[in-house]
């Protein structure tokens, strides 16, 4: 199938979950055309930036450390590769400081709270993102230290949780799910942004990481595939290190049932300004990668599908 051009389909955009004190915004959005145009989605959780006031007065230097956090613009490349390619896409408008998408609800620092870990939650202990401080809700960042002027109350996470992740969640669960039962098969692109990357012994830094897990989440076909296109286009990659993908691919792959997922890191240096801050003038230069990328995945992983299909009607 040649998916060099969207196909002609009517684009439907829906608003979900709400994100407590913003005064009723959305947590995120998606744009999924129906029908739909390739087996892939795209989600964006680390760039929101619809930050209520009452966050920001709790927070440290809040201007510098929104910009540490957030996966600076990266939503600006998902939704115009979306619109050039017809892939659906699923952006967070919720901030990461408020709470982080790519973390299990479990995974909690309760040092960060005013009455410490509630006694409902027994006697868990939380995983490593927490203890190095970008858990759940993140509480000190490289370069800054501590985000937060003071603890937190466990309802402001409750809320967080009820408003942004689990709907969050359960709408890129709907979508994959919906994509797989069109094509066969369904191909999540989690899409991020990572500070310049330093080599030891001054060797050339890989301008983007693919992330699947250390094999688990993805056909090796795809990875390999992505690989492929990289060094035909003479921009380095690596793999898994030091971005392996977290609990967005943890909890949403499915590689033998069809579902197959994929991080991707990009240097934000390459479509960012000098101060990665602001689109550069690398941004469409990107773009353009990222179509070429996007199109090349959903031809295969529509080959999949229809392979599986083939198999199951053997059977």
């Known amino acids: 199938m040649d998916f060099g051009q969207p196909q002609a389909s009517d684009s439907h955009l829906s608003h979900g979950g709400e994100i407590p004190g913003g005064a009723g915004g959305p947590a995120f959005s ?8 390739l087996p892939l989605i795209i989600a964006v959780p680390h760039a929101g930036r619809a930050y209520p006031g009452s966050l920001l007065e709790r927070m440290r230097n809040p201007g510098f450390a929104a910009l540490k956090l957030e996966d ?5 490349l998902g939704q115009e590769v979306a619109r ?32 410490g870990r509630p006694d409902s939650v027994g006697s868990y202990t ?30 402001d996470l409750t809320a967080r949780i009820a ?4 709907p969050y969640h359960e709408c890129l669960s709907r979508a994959l799910g919906e994509l797989k039962a069109r094509w066969g098969a369904a191909m999540l692109l989690d899409l991020h942004s990572m500070p310049p990357l330093v080599l030891r012994g001054g060797a050339p830094a890989p301008e983007f990481v693919l992330g699947d897990r250390f094999g688990t989440t993805c056909h090796g076909s795809l990875v390999g595939s992505c690989f492929g296109y990289f060094a035909e286009r003479r921009r380095g990659a690596a793999h898994n290190r030091p971005y392996a993908g977290g609990y967005v691919l943890e909890r949403h792959a499915a590689p033998a049932d069809g579902i197959h997922a994929l991080q991707l890191e990009i240097d934000r240096s390459s479509y960012l300004d000098s101060r990665l801050a602001e689109p550069g003038e690398g941004f469409d230069a990107m773009v ?6 996007v199109r090349r995945l959903a031809a295969e992983v529509a080959d999949l599908g229809r392979g599986a299909g083939w198999s199951n009607a053997a059977e």
Not at 84 to 110: K, Q
Not at 163 to 166: D, F, K, Q, S
Request: net charge positive.
């Open 163 to 166: 408003g942004i992740h689990t």
């Open 84 to 115: 050039r390619t017809g892939a659906a896409l699923l952006v967070a408008h919720a901030p990461r400081a408020m709470i982080d998408l790519n973390r299990d609800v479990h995974d909690v620092d309760w040092d960060m709270f005013a009455r």
């Open 72 to 76: 600076r613009y990266v939503d600006r």
């Open 288 to 293: 353009d990668l990222l179509c070429g990328l």
């Open 126 to 155: 939380p995983g490593m993102r927490a203890k190095t401080g970008l858990g759940l809700i993140p509480r000190r960042i490289h370069g800054l230290g501590e985000l937060w002027k003071h603890r937190h109350e466990a309802e």
């Open 30 to 37: 998606l744009s999924h055309p129906q029908p739909s145009a």
